[in-house]
């Protein structure tokens, strides 16, 4: 697995790719905020409100309505707390009230964009279905800078969100070089690049694909912040 060199910035695709990757014993770069708190209702269940699951301390970021393959819209929250961890909940708005499918902490702190605020180091997308949570990071002193993706898809039989994917890009700015990574971790598939970033396009000039277990990861098992 593709891990970029480490940084004074703080480098949330090693963050996400190390904690995720917990196998691969020297992803040291993993830096979770604290332990797992849970939701304050068990999850899946309906409540009138959505934030009836927020634990004491956490308060709404903002919200992102889409549509997640069911009959009633869904619903993706951030909030965070203050010393600025933020959580994701997940789930459905019905006429009498919010239906949560899933909670946990995949979503970069409020100060983990380095040089980037906190408005602009996280977005939370719903795409085919899916949620898709898009992590950057600006380092100005070293001229560089992070995204990363994970896709997360609902299980209908384990009832449970599944990280699917990651994918990551680290562009160095001041050199021009680039670096690519995407695991999918349903078919145990992996891919990094390496190369150069010229006019908005990665040309790459080597490129490692290799096989690894499939995984079944679920968003509360996820401690990436």
Known sequence: ???????TARRITCAVLGSVLGWWAHSALAEAGGPFVPAALPIPAMAARADSFAPVGFVLEREISGDL??????LAQIYHNTEGRRALLIGTRH???FHATGWGFVLPCRACGADLSAADNVDVKIRDHGIVVIDRSESEEEDLSTRAELTLRYDDHAKQWRLISVSQFA????TGRAEQSFVDYAKGLTRDAVGRYEGN????ESVHASAIEPRLLSLDELLLY
């Open 1 to 7: 697995m593709l891990l970029l060199r480490e940084s």
């Open 171 to 174: 562009q160095f700015r001041r």
């Open 95 to 97: 006429p009498d009230g």
């Open 201 to 204: 396009v990665f040309f790459a």
């Open 69 to 74: 393959g069911g009959k009633f819209p869904g």
